[in-house]
Antibody, heavy 122, light 107 residues
Framework: QVTLKESGPVVVKPTETLTLTCSVS??????????VTWLRQPPGKALEWLAH???????TYTPSLKRRLTISRDTSKGQVVLMLTNVDPGDTATYYC??????????????WGQGARVTVSS | DIQMTQSPSSLSASVGDRVTITCRAS??????LNWYQQIPGKPPTLLIY???SLQSGVPSRFSGGGSGTEFTLTISSLQPEDFATYYC?????????FGGGTKVEIK
């Protein structure tokens, strides 16, 4: 059974760095067909893709946040970490991690974590 | 970035109705198009991938179509558990982008 679970702070102060961890089970982070992605959803708004990482340590970021984002993985622990620097209230959102399944160049987000609600406030 | 536009942004329908949601891309995405369902307070779930392939475990009343810049998601007979928000997403180009969502409400 594939599961993903996000963990991290509930409240972060402006200018601080937000660090979120996605713990996965039921699949291996070294599987060439699979990766992990991070997305977020501000309250009442649509989904926004942030970054993903694949087994070859191939990292891809959304251009608008690339300077502030870092994604990394620890295959032995089954964890993927997302760091977002210099947060502001506009970064308040529910953050999701999801499994990326890749097949013949098509990718899809086929399993999702429950989400981690993060508020940026002083 | 490729912009994804969904219409309508919301609709009211009754159980048993046939519902169609449209998603348009600002440039061709071929068939690199996925659909997700999100029930309030829950994470999204994958319904359709590669424009028309049904994800395992998803009821057959859901179907997807289209290619290039125009796509549809159809629910052939709306069920009570289908009242949710639906999102399209393109994976043709980075950054991956989503539509603004279509909220399906009970009439």
């Amino acid at each position: 059974q594939v599961t993903l679970k996000e963990s991290g702070p509930v409240v972060v102060k402006p200018t601080e760095t937000l660090t979120l961890t996605c713990s996965v089970s039921g699949f291996s982070l070294s599987n060439a067909r699979m990766g992990v992605t991070w997305l977020r959803q501000p309250p009442g708004k649509a989904l926004e893709w942030l970054a993903h990482i694949f087994s070859r340590d191939e990292e891809t970021y959304t251009p608008s946040l690339k300077r502030r984002l870092t994604i990394s993985r620890d295959t032995s622990k089954g964890q993927v970490v997302l760091m977002l620097t210099n947060v502001d209230p506009g970064d308040t959102a529910t953050y999701y991690c999801a499994r990326v399944y890749s097949s013949s160049s098509y990718i899809r987000f086929d399993h999702w974590g429950q989400g981690a609600r993060v508020t940026v406030s002083s | 970035d490729i912009q994804m536009t969904q219409s309508p942004s919301s609709l009211s329908a009754s159980v048993g109705d046939r519902v169609t949601i449209t998603c348009r891309a600002s440039q061709s995405v071929s068939n690199y198009l996925n659909w997700y369902q999100q029930i309030p307070g829950k994470p999204p779930t994958l319904l359709i991938y590669a424009a028309s392939s049904l994800q395992s475990g998803v009821p057959s009343r859901f179907s997807g179509g289209g290619s290039g810049t125009e796509f549809t998601l159809t629910i052939s007979s709306l069920q009570p558990e289908d009242f949710a928000t639906y999102y399209c997403q393109q994976s043709h180009s980075t950054p991956v982008t989503f539509g603004g969502g279509t909220k399906v409400e009970i009439k």
